[in-house]
């Protein structure tokens, strides 16, 4: 009776969306701007929730909570490129969204950033919140305009302008401290 050998071989392959960790995520332009801004909104946050002797109360509650906001909204980024999770809730347009976060949050870091370096007087852990605020401001700008250019297309002069103006707007203010 004649044997016969069967030899069975499986393979098994992954789609980009079945939700197993992109890695590799946080070593692309967009992944190190996320974390980045993640890294520099988390200083602000604990630079401005440890810092005694508040000289305005009110503006540095503003500013902790614009940074522990745009902090989450980041982080939440991040984590959904990170595990793919954009690609399974395509209901939803996630370049857009995301310009639209980077518009709002540079404008209102960058606003609290101002008012925080104005109103830090000799607190230095307030002092080094506002230049984080400042450089996390930065990093949204540059975010921005490369989701610009995803979304919309090549970058216009107005983004180029508007980084040149929050550039000399930060200059002014440094000189005047």
């Not at 606003?111 to 450089?135: C, E, M, N, P, Y």
């Not at 216009?156 to 707007?169: Q, R, S």
Request: net charge positive; with cysteine.
């Amino acid at each position: 009776m004649p044997h016969a050998v069967v030899t069975t071989t499986t393979t098994s392959s992954r789609t980009p969306a079945d939700g197993t960790m992109d890695v590799g995520y946080a070593r692309t332009i967009p992944g190190l701007l996320k974390l980045g801004q993640i890294v520099a909104l988390l200083t602000v946050v604990l630079c401005v929730h440890c810092a005694h002797g508040w000289p305005n109360w009110a503006a540095f509650q503003f500013f902790e909570v614009v940074a522990m906001w745009f902090l989450g909204v980041f982080l939440i980024f991040f984590l959904m490129h990170l595990f793919k999770l954009h690609a399974k809730m395509s209901c939803i347009n996630w370049p857009l969204t995301e310009f639209f976060h980077y518009t709002v949050g540079a404008i209102l870091v960058f606003i609290a950033s101002i008012v925080a370096a104005t109103k830090s007087r000799d607190v230095s852990a307030l002092v080094t919140a506002s230049v984080f605020g400042f450089i996390a401001t930065f990093l949204m700008v540059v975010s921005l305009w490369t989701s610009y250019s995803v979304t919309c297309g090549s970058p216009h002069a107005g983004i180029i302008l508007l980084l040149l103006m929050m550039m000399v707007m930060v200059m002014r203010i440094r000189t005047d401290i």
